[in-house]
């Protein structure tokens, strides 16, 4: 099982508020990932990071932030909470493999989020 | 661009029966792939991948995977399924060099009955 630790695992709020999605990895690994998934639905890339202080978007547009101020950390932020981000969260991490580009992701346990 | 497709949304099979998950991709140039399985309220766990050489790749839990380049496939496979088989299985796909951008098909729901 993969050292990497997703709070709250689940999350009901109301429309408007600010929430902050917690991911942990204790695994000293460079890169990190958050995807959005909807039930029993394929994975989109929203952000990620190859170290500290670097962050890009991913493929899907998303309302979201992230910051890497710590290695092991690397929460996504939400300013304003909508009906439309309900889905679950997914944190990933991984290190950098001798062929570049073969790298495993370690996945956390996920966030699921819905916003009333 | 790079995109993978796994045409079933559920795979049904019986306990002791063999088992396959189909996968096929398209890129240019030459992929790499992996397959990775979600059990309920979980995160994704990598199963196997493929890099280069060998195009049977031996993964976790009894599964393996065929790359075939002429089909452009990547079809998940295990001898003898187990009810505890049953859950979502993801094929993805990324391309050689810099970020790894890795791109997921929609998952297949394998469903072990009894």
């Known amino acids: 099982e993969a050292d990497i630790y997703q709070t709250p695992r689940y999350l009901v709020i109301g429309t408007g508020k600010k929430i902050t999605l917690e991911c942990s990895q204790t695994?000293?690994?460079?890169?990190m990932y958050w995807y959005q998934q909807d039930p029993g639905m394929e994975l989109h890339l929203i952000h990620y990071s190859y170290g500290v202080n670097s962050t890009e978007k991913g493929d899907l547009s998303s309302e979201s932030t992230v910051s890497r101020i710590r290695t092991e950390h690397f929460p996504l932020t939400l300013e304003s909470a909508r009906p439309s981000h309900t889905s679950q969260y997914l944190c990933?991490?991984?290190?950098?493999?001798?062929?570049?580009?073969?790298?495993?992701?370690?996945f956390g346990p996920g966030t699921r989020l819905t916003v009333l | 661009a790079q995109s993978v497709a796994q045409p079933e949304d559920q795979v049904n099979v019986a306990e002791g029966n063999p088992l396959t998950v189909k996968c096929t991709y398209s890129?240019?140039?030459?992929?790499?792939l992996f397959w990775y399985v979600q059990y309920p309220n979980r995160g994704l766990q990598f199963l196997l991948k493929?890099?280069?050489?060998?195009?049977l790749v031996k993964g976790s839990y009894g599964f393996e995977a065929e790359f075939n380049k002429s089909q452009t496939s990547f079809h998940l496979k295990k001898p003898s399924a187990l009810v505890s088989d049953s859950a979502l299985y993801f094929c993805?796909?990324?391309?050689?060099?810099?970020?790894?951008?890795?791109?997921f098909g929609t998952g297949t729901k394998l469903q072990v009955i009894p």
């Open positions: 695994m000293g690994h460079d890169k």
């Open positions: 990933a991490s991984s290190s950098p493999s001798t062929v570049p580009g073969t790298d495993t992701q370690y």
């Open positions: 493929y890099i280069t050489g060998d195009n």
């Open positions: 890129v240019s140039g030459n992929p790499y």
């Open positions: 993805a796909v990324s391309l050689p060099g810099g970020y790894q951008k890795v791109t």
